[in-house]
């Protein structure tokens, strides 16, 4: 038999049981959809986490009080118990690096705004006027932090794009005497909409300078540093030489966690990264089902076809030409299943785009290849069994059976 | 040297825990061109021959030879060949593929052979007029009368031009009328050369056969040759 009349002959056996055909193929259209559309979401999360942490800009080194005992950066790097202080004189040392361009200390805390008679809960960002250009944020109207001394504590707020909207609404925010927990400060600037990023949102956000924010909560512990250096470049020796002078500060002793961009990246694409695989891991296992499938149906229609494998028997096929018919049938119903649902995960991963527009869900290559892959393998394996038995029947009994 | 050759064949089934000798050691030649009959009640062991002389079935004991190549001793695949080229098989119940044509149905064995399409197509043409089933090629089984689909499966099993051809009741499922032309074809075939080998309960057709052979418990018990004064076409009308 030539590879072609295989293929015509399992073509029309295929079609020949159009509800088993469909059932079949619907089964196996399920798992790579699953596939598809699990992973276009997985990796769309992946992507939309590291895009988000891109536009934090690209040559930061975040510096965090405390240490981690064992190097490398992991999702643990980020919580550090704290023996010494990160003070606003570290911050101000840093500046003193040549390869450093920017540096904004972080004082954090959560406080109460008031202004006429309106009250609300936000979370109060003490910084200096590095910050704004060091996270890519622009105003939207005045100004921001003024160029000062880091130690000086002055009466003055810029507000994030919603604070100022529930606020003031339709009147100038600009100019006006706000209230922050116990201090009273003056608006000098309204931050442009920018959202989320680093676990703050900057559009619920209220920024003062350093000393004021460390007043206000009575500290004199800063939450991190935010170093900017001058190129890609200059990245890694800058690390360095922050380390040596923190080194330098604190006897010797380097209590302080240095994070690059770079490092965080890394980390959180390998974490949802293994997320996209586990998920897909668990999609896959609705393939391995419709492979079992595969190989039932394809047992039954050798039952159900016994008589005519019989007939090819008596009419000079060899065992070879009969494995290659069923194991083609076998191969083509799933590869139309594949193909299917290779389809329909596309559609699927186009409607989470659609419902979720800040998700860039897309199914990764490699998916999409494991996923036709895989349904084509398991198709063909679990094929082997029903092509078998056909092959061993005895022409005699299968002849006998009608 | 005889077409057909067997020496001593034994075929023994078991059931449970008996053993059913199916065929007793049985010798038989059957030269080429001969047409024979293969009658006996049921059970007597004839369709156990028949299927041995196709080379469906394997003996317990003996040896077959066709067209002198002992064929006893060769593996599946290679009987599958002699099947092939040498071998036509017409069943009681027709046997055709019910999702293919009768286009299709004849050109099977040719498709099985590994022959080019467009030769194919030719012989199935051929076989399709030769047998008057031209306008009725794209027709499925189902399509078809019981006449027709034997006489679909006559042409299948003679596309391949095999030197002997096997029937197994080919009247079984057919009603008198039909049941006489297809035996008329059948005949036919046997007059332009082909060894013709037909299992039978019907007496009538079994007296058509120019050699007798009357099974009985796996034993051959009678191989006749009717005188030939009495020739087939001096039946008198029913």
Avoid: C
Avoid at chain 2, 54 to 61: F, K, Q, S, Y
Avoid at chain 2, 196 to 222: C, F, K, N, W, Y
């Amino acid at each position: 038999m030539t590879p072609s009349d295989t293929f015509r002959f399992a073509t029309r056996a295929a079609l020949g049981y159009p509800l088993r055909t469909a059932l079949m193929v619907l089964a196996m259209a399920i798992g790579v959809a699953a596939v598809v559309m699990l992973t276009a979401l997985g990796d769309g999360a992946r992507r939309y986490v590291v895009g988000e942490f891109a536009s934090l800009g690209a040559n930061l080194v975040i510096v965090l009080p405390g240490r981690n005992e064992t190097g490398g950066v992991n999702a643990g790097s980020f919580v550090t118990s704290t023996p010494r202080d990160l003070t606003v004189n570290d911050a101000a040392a840093l500046l003193r690096t040549p390869l450093v361009r920017r540096v904004a200390p972080l004082a954090v805390g959560n406080s109460e705004i008031a202004f006429g008679g309106k009250l609300r809960e936000l979370m109060v960002l003490g910084t200096t006027a590095d910050f704004l250009e060091l996270r890519n944020y622009r105003m939207a109207q005045g100004q921001f932090l003024p160029r000062e001394d880091f130690g000086r504590a002055g009466a003055v707020a810029v507000l994030g794009h919603k604070i100022r909207a529930e606020l003031f609404g339709a009147e100038a925010a600009v100019g006006r005497m706000i209230r922050v927990g116990d201090a009273r400060l003056r608006v000098i600037g309204v931050l442009d909409t920018a959202g989320q990023g680093l676990g703050m949102n900057s559009d619920e956000l209220v920024i003062v300078p350093v000393a004021t924010a460390q007043n206000m909560f009575n500290t004199n512990t800063l939450f991190r540093i935010m170093v900017e250096a001058r190129s890609r470049e200059a990245l890694a020796p800058a690390q360095h030489q922050l380390e040596e002078i923190l080194r330098a500060r604190r006897d010797g002793e380097l209590d302080v966690t240095l994070i690059t961009q770079d490092a965080v990246l890394g980390t959180f694409d390998r974490i949802l990264g293994a997320l996209t695989f586990g998920v897909a891991g668990i999609a896959a296992i609705s393939l391995a089902v419709a492979g079992i499938l595969v190989m039932n149906v394809m047992l039954v229609a050798v039952t159900q076809r016994t008589g005519e494998i019989g007939l090819l028997k008596a009419l000079g096929a060899s065992g070879r030409d009969i494995r290659a018919a069923f194991l083609t049938e076998a191969a083509l119903l799933s590869l139309a299943g594949a193909l299917i649902g290779y389809g329909l995960g596309h559609l699927g991963a186009w409607a989470i785009r659609l419902a979720y527009p800040v998700l860039p869900a897309w199914p990764p290559d490699w998916a999409v290849i494991a996923a036709l892959g895989t349904a084509l393998g398991t198709g063909v394996s679990f094929g082997v069994l029903p092509a078998r038995r056909a092959a061993g029947l005895d022409p005699v009994q299968a002849l006998a059976k009608r | 040297m005889a077409q057909i050759e067997l020496q001593g064949i034994e075929r023994i089934f078991t059931l449970g825990d008996s053993a059913v000798h199916a065929l007793r050691p049985l010798d038989l030649r059957i030269d080429a061109g001969e047409y024979v009959a293969i009658m006996g009640p049921s059970g007597s062991g004839k369709s156990t021959l028949l299927n041995l002389l196709g080379l469906l079935d394997r003996p317990d004991a003996g040896r077959y030879h066709l067209e002198g190549r002992d064929v006893t001793t060769l593996s599946g695949d290679e009987q599958a060949a002699v099947r092939r080229t040498r071998i036509g098989f017409v069943f009681q119940s027709f046997h055709l593929v019910p999702r293919l044509t009768a286009a299709e149905n004849i050109a099977l064995p040719l498709m099985l052979a590994g022959m080019p399409a467009a030769e194919r197509k030719q012989r199935t043409n051929r076989a399709l007029r030769d047998f008057g089933l031209d306008r009725r090629a794209d027709h499925r089984p189902e399509e078809l009368s019981g006449g027709q689909r034997q006489r679909v499966a006559i042409a299948r099993a003679t596309i391949m031009q095999p030197a002997v051809l096997l029937a197994d009741e080919p009247t079984g499922n057919l009603d008198r009328q039909t049941g006489q032309e297809v035996t008329a074809l059948l005949e036919a075939l046997n007059a332009a050369g082909t060894t013709l080998i037909v299992v039978t309960h019907d007496p009538g057709m079994g007296s058509r056969a120019r050699r007798q052979l009357l099974m009985e418990d796996g034993a051959l018990q009678r191989d006749w040759v009717p005188p030939p004064a009495t020739p087939p076409a001096g039946r008198p009308a029913p």
